[in-house]
Each structure stands twice: as structure tokens, then as C-alpha cells.
């Protein structure tokens, strides 16, 4: 294997996982409440589920930044060109401030404006983020599915890219990110 990865500290993979695979099931449960509403969600049960489910992001995403920042990242490898590591550091970026950060604020502010409640985790409602307001209903609906299809496009190319430098590449990216093997 080639590069000089060290790996991330097992908060970082806990924190990485646990928020990929709520945010993966977030956005599968978003498309099939929506787009199968009356065969899978005559109840509103998906749209409960995805709600109570990826709000809890808006709690994670303060705890991961907070960690972030106080802890450094492995070094990408050098046989990345300067090019690469830049598009890679801009790459997760756009991961942290759109699809972690600005698509539950978006989800928030949709729910706020219809008036409608958001239980967390089924534990506890989230206050309005703003007044409710039937005018601003169409615009906050188009924001939080526009950007949930930008941030699906995101994160399928984030994956993708995570496996072409494992299997193609041939470099310690992904193995960085995955559980340490014993011995
Ligand atoms: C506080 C957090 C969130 C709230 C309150 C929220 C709320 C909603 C609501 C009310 C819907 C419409 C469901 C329906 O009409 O039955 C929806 C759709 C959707 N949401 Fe969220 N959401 C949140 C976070 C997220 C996150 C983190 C993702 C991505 C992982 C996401 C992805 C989607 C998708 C893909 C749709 C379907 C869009 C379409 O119509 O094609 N949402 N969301
Ligand atoms: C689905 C499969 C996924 C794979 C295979 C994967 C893989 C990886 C890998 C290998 C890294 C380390 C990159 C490096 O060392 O520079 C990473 C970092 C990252 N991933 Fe993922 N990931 C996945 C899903 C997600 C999802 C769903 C999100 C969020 C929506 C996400 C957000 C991030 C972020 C923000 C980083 C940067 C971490 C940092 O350096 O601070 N990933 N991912």
C-alpha cells in the first residue's frame, strides 16, 4: 500500500460511521416517503421515521466539529497530486457544511414553516426554528429536496472515490477510516 495514512482516531471512524449509515437511511426513507407515499406511506409513518432519525444529525454534527477541531486528521497520501488534496479538502467541506450541516437545518426550517413537529429519535420535539408561515411553505419544500438530491450526488461520489483509491489507487484512504485488525 502506498502513502503515509496513519488512520483516524476510532472517535473519528464512530462518529463517521454512525452518522453515514443515519444519513444513508435518512435519505433512502426521504425518497421512499415521497416518492411511494401511497404504497409505503399512507400513515405518514415514513415521514415520522425519517424526521426522527436525521434530526438526530443536527445533535451528532456538533459533537463531530467539536471533535474535528481538536483533533488533527491523518496526512492524505503524498502520491496525491497538490490538485487532489485541495478537491479532497474542498470535498469535505461540502460533506460538513451541506449535506451534515445544511440539509437538517433545511429539513428544520420545512417543518417549522408547515407547523408541523419534529420528535428526535422519538424522545423529544425540536422547537420551531421560525414562525410558521404558509407563504414560505413552497420554497422551504424546494430547498430541502433539491439539496437532498445534490447531497445524494455528494456522498455517492464521495464513496466512489473512497473506493477507487482503495481498489485502483491502491493507497491507505479508505483503510484509514475503516476499524484498526488485530494483530
Ligand atoms: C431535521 C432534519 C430533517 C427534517 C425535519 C426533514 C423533513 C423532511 C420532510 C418533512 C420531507 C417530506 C416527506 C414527505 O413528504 O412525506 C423530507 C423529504 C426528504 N428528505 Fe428530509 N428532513 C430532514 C433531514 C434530512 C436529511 C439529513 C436527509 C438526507 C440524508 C434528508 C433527505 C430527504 C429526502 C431525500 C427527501 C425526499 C425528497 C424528494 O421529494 O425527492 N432529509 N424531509
Ligand atoms: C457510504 C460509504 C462511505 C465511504 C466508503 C466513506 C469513506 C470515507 C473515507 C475513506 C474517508 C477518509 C478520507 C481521507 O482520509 O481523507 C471519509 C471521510 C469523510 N466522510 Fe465518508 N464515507 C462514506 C459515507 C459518508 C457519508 C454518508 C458522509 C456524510 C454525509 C461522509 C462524510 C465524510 C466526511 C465529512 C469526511 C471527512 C472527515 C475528515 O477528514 O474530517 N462519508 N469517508
Not at 462518529?15 to 399512507?42: D, F, K, Q
Request: proline share 6%.
Amino acid at each position: 500500500m502506498k502513502g503515509n495514512n496513519v488512520g483516524y482516531t476510532s472517535t473519528a471512524k464512530l462518529l463517521h460511521w454512525g452518522m453515514a449509515l443515519i444519513w444513508l437511511c435518512s435519505w433512502v426513507i426521504g425518497i421512499l416517503a415521497t416518492h411511494w407515499r401511497e404504497e409505503l406511506n399512507p400513515q405518514h409513518g415514513l415521514t415520522f421515521t425519517h424526521k426522527a432519525l436525521a434530526s438526530t444529525l443536527v445533535f451528532l454534527i456538533v459533537v463531530r466539529i467539536a471533535w474535528r477541531l481538536l483533533h488533527p486528521v491523518p496526512a492524505l497520501p503524498s502520491t496525491m497530486s497538490p490538485l487532489m488534496q485541495r478537491g479532497a479538502k474542498v470535498g469535505h467541506l461540502l460533506l460538513y457544511g451541506i449535506a451534515l450541516l445544511a440539509l437538517p437545518l433545511s429539513g428544520w426550517y420545512w417543518s417549522s414553516v408547515a407547523d408541523k413537529p419534529i420528535l428526535v429519535a422519538t424522545l423529544f420535539t425540536l422547537p420551531p426554528l421560525v414562525e410558521p408561515n404558509k407563504d414560505l411553505y413552497d420554497i422551504a419544500k424546494i430547498i430541502h429536496t433539491w439539496t437532498a438530491w445534490f447531497c445524494g450526488a455528494l456522498v455517492g461520489g464521495h464513496a466512489l472515490i473512497a473506493l477507487k483509491h482503495h481498489f485502483i489507487d491502491k493507497d491507505d484512504i479508505l483503510l484509514g477510516m475503516l476499524p484498526k485488525r488485530r494483530g
